[in-house]
């Protein structure tokens, strides 16, 4: 059905809306763009352009908490016909009002306005420069605002929130006590936008706050007819937002439509983790996230029957799992999947990828080919020069100390003015025992001429989990001493970002042992190497950048093409040459051999497939066929390479942490009074606003710790690279994550008090 309505609907960039009216789709005009009544179903397109001038589309139907079965069930069929116009390309969704995606909530700026009545009760639209009707709204929210109509009267409100009332010609803004200032902000936008959509310009805003007079309240609350400024209820009584909240047990499920039985079914996809070849193009499939909505997605080859109904088979499964019948549906196109559907998948690959992540990430547009051979080889340098590849805030050439952790205190072990100085535990400087923690507190002049600080704490694979919790809070202690808002980062052992390797100047040692584990130290190996066998792995690129050598378990099956080798015999020294290992890393094996084992022991070199028997007999035996490396997990850990993953962290009150996913994110979204989380693809980074509550900022580990609980990849609270930055400190790998980042944004950001004079002087003008 291809509705006259729809003509020119997606021809070009921007948002176009229809509301239902006597089964029929009407435009909604310009002017009323924004504002939604509770008895009406709507129909909304946002058309996208990329820099190609290629069109890609997101299409809602949006459901009032009033509106009749009929009108919804029109809206669902009309953007069935709308999405046919437009060849099937779109995303779809299924809005419900008050408790629409982050998406559709970011379309309406200031904010979203629900307006009582609809187009079966003959209430359409309030008359411009409209007198004596009195009407108030509720303006509630931390990241996506919502304004909701409320009935006018003391009894609506409470002291958490803002209230706006509209009485003749005259609006007042009522800002409870205890409101957010993003809600005070967004109330006095709110009130502009009623005085020039309804009021035609023609209006007098008063702003009701705590620096009032009495008089100024009392005017409000006999324009309001009821309540004293000391009868407003507390903030308690506006409630919290509606979350659904599930059990601890509930998981992410997978489930294939198919109408093969001659009846349409849900088949339970039971293989885990989840991979992208399990979405057959033939089938469509329904992802259920648990607390992050419903995905339909629909394959390419998939019938005409199942696509018609894939959406009532949604439906249908809500209500099975007895979900509240508001849970966000969306319907996914197979080649137009988000970031956020992917992520639930432990492999992706997308044809045609730019992998705009990576670039931006990396700088390495190089690093990607047609050709598997050299892919393959590129990718596999990128991998050996460590994480975070973007991110270098200098050349790593400032002031190193490194402390160990132990206790609660931590003991200075090595500077890098002094690198030859040995510690009490023998090692020098570069030096890491898997079984400790240690904090690492670098100096450096950042861009503007400043001193800067980057605070690593480097947690052993092996390390205490006490050790590991302190080294993170002496961190903390360290940055606030200097400050506190300088980058933390979290660096598990085996994840460590490119910058960090750097300023060990590629001589990077990691040995077995350590002062909170049961083994000793290097220099005391005889307690606890009782055969006087070791092996170490050598990795990197360039011998003063990013080179590193790790003591292994001494086991012919950690032996891998890739890399090169060091085994410690009681009689000999053996250097292993894996086929697909680099130059620099066969000439790093004679420095390290040198610092491990001593100037006088050379080693003895052993190519792959010429190994004696003596050698593998000191591993234990050879192997059936010796292992390709992690390349191919590496390769997993890159794979969502088209979009950076944006996400605010709203802490529960019961201390539940609580991920809102952003979509279309920009810089705007990032809220001074929030905490947020920008995933890379690699590296995590939790981004701490200048006003975020003690709560929040104390909640940084639980945060990305609940990210990572259903992390489709490789990645866990154990070996997840973490940088913490604080506003207007940011790495410029990070900035370039996002489309236009104004570094001034923050400091000509208008304050709640400058908006507020603003509406002063206007009313002074009319």
Same mark, same amino acid.
């Given at each position: 059905? $291809? @509705?006259?309505?729809?003509?020119?609907? /997606?021809?070009?960039?921007?948002?176009?809306?229809?509301?239902?009216?006597?089964?029929?789709?009407?435009?909604?005009?310009?002017?009323?763009?924004?504002?939604?009544?509770?008895?009406?179903?709507?129909?909304? #397109?946002?058309?996208?352009?990329?820099?190609?001038?290629?069109?890609?589309?997101?299409?809602?139907?949006?459901l009032g908490s009033k509106t009749s079965i009929d009108e919804s069930g029109t809206a669902?069929? =009309?953007?069935?016909?709308?999405?046919?116009?437009?060849?099937?390309?779109?995303?779809?969704?299924?809005?419900?009002?008050?408790?629409?995606?982050?998406?559709?909530?970011?379309?309406?700026?200031?904010?979203?306005?629900?307006? $009582?009545?609809? @187009?079966?009760?003959?209430?359409?639209?309030?008359?411009?420069?409209?007198?004596?009707?009195?009407?108030?709204?509720?303006?509630?929210?931390?990241?996506?605002?919502?304004?909701?109509?409320?009935?006018?009267?003391?009894?609506?409100?409470?002291?958490?929130?803002?209230?706006?009332?509209?009485?003749?010609?005259?609006?007042?803004?009522?800002?409870?006590?205890? &409101?957010?200032?993003?809600?005070?902000?967004?109330?006095?936008?709110?009130?502009?936008? +009623?005085?020039?959509?309804?009021?035609?310009?023609?209006?007098?805003?008063?702003?009701?706050?705590?620096?009032?007079?009495?008089?100024?309240?009392?005017?409000?609350?006999?324009?309001?007819?009821? %309540?004293?400024?000391?009868?407003?209820?507390?903030?308690?009584?506006?409630?919290?937002?509606?979350?659904?909240?599930?059990?601890?047990?509930?998981?992410?499920?997978?489930?294939?439509?198919?109408?093969?039985?001659?009846?349409?079914?849900?088949?339970?996809?039971?293989?885990?983790?989840?991979?992208?070849?399990?979405?057959?193009?033939?089938?469509?499939?329904?992802?259920?996230?648990?607390?992050?909505?419903?995905?339909?997605?629909? !394959?390419?080859?998939?019938?005409?029957?199942?696509?018609?109904?894939?959406?009532?088979? &949604?439906?249908?499964?809500?209500?099975?799992?007895?979900?509240?019948?508001?849970? @966000?549906?969306?319907?996914?196109? *197979?080649?137009?999947?988000?970031?956020?559907?992917?992520?639930?998948?432990?492999?992706?690959?997308?044809? /045609?990828?730019?992998?705009?992540? =990576?670039?931006?990430?990396?700088?390495?547009?190089?690093?990607?080919?047609?050709?598997?051979?050299?892919?393959?080889?590129? +990718?596999?340098?990128?991998?050996?020069?460590?994480?975070?590849?973007?991110?270098?805030?200098?050349?790593?050439?400032?002031?190193?100390?490194?402390?160990?952790?132990?206790?609660?205190?931590?003991?200075?072990?090595?500077?890098?003015?002094?690198?030859?100085?040995?510690?009490?535990?023998?090692?020098?400087?570069? *030096?890491?025992?898997?079984?400790?923690?240690?904090?690492?507190?670098?100096?450096?002049?950042?861009?503007?001429?400043?001193?800067?600080?980057?605070?690593?704490?480097?947690?052993?694979?092996?390390?205490?989990?006490d050790e590991q919790e302190n080294s993170y809070a002496l961190a903390k202690v360290m940055?606030?001493?200097?400050?506190g808002d300088h980058i933390v980062i979290k660096v598990p052992q085996g994840s460590e970002?490119? @910058?960090?390797?750097?300023?060990?100047?590629?001589?990077?040692?990691?040995?077995?042992?350590?002062? %909170?584990?049961?083994?000793?130290?290097?220099?005391?190996?005889?307690?606890?190497?009782?055969?006087?066998?070791? #092996?170490?792995?050598?990795?990197?690129?360039?011998?003063?950048?990013?080179?590193?050598?790790?003591?292994?378990?001494? $086991?012919?099956?950690?032996?891998?093409?890739?890399?090169?080798?060091?085994?410690?015999?009681?009689?000999?020294?053996?250097?292993?040459?894996?086929?697909?290992?680099?130059?620099?890393?066969?000439?790093?094996?004679?420095?390290?051999?040198?610092?491990?084992?001593?100037?006088?022991?050379?080693?003895?070199?052993?190519?792959?497939?010429?190994?004696?028997?003596?050698?593998?007999?000191?591993?234990?035996?050879?192997?059936?066929?010796?292992?390709?490396?992690?390349?191919?997990? *590496?390769?997993?850990?890159?794979?969502?390479?088209?979009?950076?993953?944006?996400?605010?962290?709203?802490?529960?009150?019961?201390?539940?942490?609580?991920?809102?996913?952003?979509?279309?994110?920009?810089?705007?979204?990032?809220?001074?009074?929030?905490?947020?989380? #920008?995933?890379?693809?690699?590296?995590?980074?939790?981004?701490? !606003?200048?006003? &975020?509550?003690?709560?929040?900022?104390?909640?940084?580990?639980?945060?990305?710790?609940?990210?990572?609980?259903? $992390?489709?990849?490789?990645?866990?609270?154990?070996?997840?690279?973490?940088?913490?930055?604080?506003?207007?400190?940011?790495?410029?790998?990070?900035?370039?994550?996002?489309?236009?980042?104004?570094?001034?944004?923050?400091?000509?950001?208008?304050?709640?008090?400058?908006?507020?004079?603003?509406?002063?002087?206007?009313?002074?003008?009319?």
């Amino acid at each position: 059905m $291809d @509705h006259p309505a729809f003509s020119n609907a /997606g021809a070009h960039k921007g948002i176009e809306l229809w509301r239902i009216e006597n089964f029929e789709p009407v435009p909604v005009p310009t002017g009323e763009i924004g504002k939604f009544y509770t008895g009406d179903s709507y129909i909304i #397109l946002n058309t996208k352009e990329d820099n190609r001038k290629r069109l890609s589309y997101d299409l809602h139907f949006w459901l009032g908490s009033k509106t009749s079965i009929d009108e919804s069930g029109t809206a669902a069929i =009309l953007t069935v016909a709308l999405d046919d116009k437009l060849g099937g390309a779109p995303v779809q969704h299924r809005e419900v009002q008050g408790h629409e995606s982050p998406v559709f909530l970011g379309y309406f700026k200031p904010a979203i306005r629900y307006m $009582d009545g609809g @187009h079966s009760t003959g209430f359409n639209h309030v008359t411009t420069n409209a007198g004596a009707e009195k009407r108030m709204f509720q303006v509630k929210g931390n990241k996506n605002i919502r304004v909701k109509q409320v009935g006018p009267g003391v009894s609506s409100m409470n002291t958490g929130d803002c209230f706006i009332l509209n009485i003749d010609h005259d609006i007042y803004v009522y800002v409870g006590p205890k &409101a957010r200032r993003v809600e005070k902000l967004k109330a006095v936008s709110v009130a502009n936008q +009623i005085r020039d959509q309804d009021h035609n310009g023609r209006a007098k805003i008063d702003i009701i706050d705590d620096y009032s007079s009495d008089r100024d309240f009392d005017k409000f609350f006999e324009a309001l007819g009821s %309540g004293s400024k000391n009868t407003v209820p507390e903030d308690s009584a506006g409630g919290d937002d509606e979350t659904f909240e599930t059990s601890e047990q509930q998981i992410v499920s997978l489930y294939r439509i198919t109408d093969e039985s001659g009846k349409m079914e849900a088949i339970p996809v039971s293989q885990k983790p989840f991979r992208q070849d399990q979405l057959n193009e033939n089938d469509c499939f329904v992802l259920d996230t648990v607390t992050g909505g419903i995905y339909v997605w629909v !394959g390419k080859q998939c019938n005409q029957k199942e696509r018609a109904e894939v959406m009532s088979r &949604a439906q249908n499964y809500i209500e099975t799992k007895n979900y509240p019948s508001w849970v @966000h549906v969306t319907r996914v196109p *197979q080649g137009t999947e988000p970031a956020a559907f992917k992520q639930y998948f432990s492999t992706w690959k997308d044809h /045609g990828a730019s992998h705009t992540r =990576l670039i931006r990430s990396i700088s390495d547009e190089e690093m990607y080919s047609s050709d598997a051979e050299v892919a393959d080889a590129r +990718i596999k340098k990128v991998v050996k020069s460590g994480a975070a590849r973007g991110f270098m805030p200098d050349k790593g050439d400032g002031h190193t100390i490194v402390y160990r952790v132990q206790g609660d205190d931590l003991i200075e072990v090595a500077d890098s003015a002094d690198p030859e100085r040995s510690a009490d535990d023998g090692s020098k400087y570069g *030096q890491f025992y898997q079984g400790d923690s240690y904090v690492i507190k670098y100096e450096y002049t950042n861009s503007q001429g400043d001193t800067a600080y980057v605070i690593c704490y480097w947690i052993g694979k092996d390390s205490t989990p006490d050790e590991q919790e302190n080294s993170y809070a002496l961190a903390k202690v360290m940055n606030e001493d200097l400050g506190g808002d300088h980058i933390v980062i979290k660096v598990p052992q085996g994840s460590e970002p490119k @910058h960090f390797l750097k300023l060990f100047n590629g001589k990077m040692i990691t040995l077995l042992g350590g002062h %909170g584990s049961e083994f000793k130290y290097f220099n005391t190996k005889d307690s606890y190497d009782t055969d006087g066998t070791r #092996l170490f792995k050598i990795q990197g690129n360039e011998m003063d950048s990013d080179m590193r050598v790790e003591q292994i378990p001494e $086991d012919a099956s950690n032996i891998d093409h890739e890399d090169v080798f060091l085994l410690e015999t009681p009689d000999n020294i053996y250097a292993w040459i894996g086929k697909e290992s680099s130059d620099e890393e066969r000439q790093a094996a004679t420095f390290f051999s040198k610092v491990l084992f001593g100037e006088d022991k050379e080693p003895i070199t052993i190519n792959e497939d010429e190994e004696s028997e003596d050698f593998w007999n000191a591993l234990g035996g050879a192997p059936e066929e010796v292992r390709r490396s992690s390349i191919l997990k *590496q390769r997993t850990r890159l794979r969502v390479g088209q979009e950076p993953h944006l996400l605010q962290v709203n802490i529960r009150k019961n201390g539940r942490v609580r991920l809102q996913d952003i979509g279309g994110y920009q810089q705007e979204d990032l809220d001074s009074d929030s905490v947020y989380i #920008l995933d890379s693809g690699e590296e995590i980074y939790v981004w701490i !606003g200048s006003e &975020a509550s003690n709560v929040e900022k104390d909640s940084v580990q639980s945060s990305f710790s609940e990210y990572l609980k259903d $992390d489709p990849a490789d990645r866990t609270v154990d070996n997840a690279l973490v940088i913490i930055i604080k506003q207007s400190r940011e790495p410029d790998v990070f900035k370039r994550m996002f489309e236009d980042w104004d570094d001034d944004m923050w400091t000509n950001q208008l304050s709640y008090d400058d908006v507020k004079n603003k509406v002063i002087q206007t009313n002074e003008i009319l």
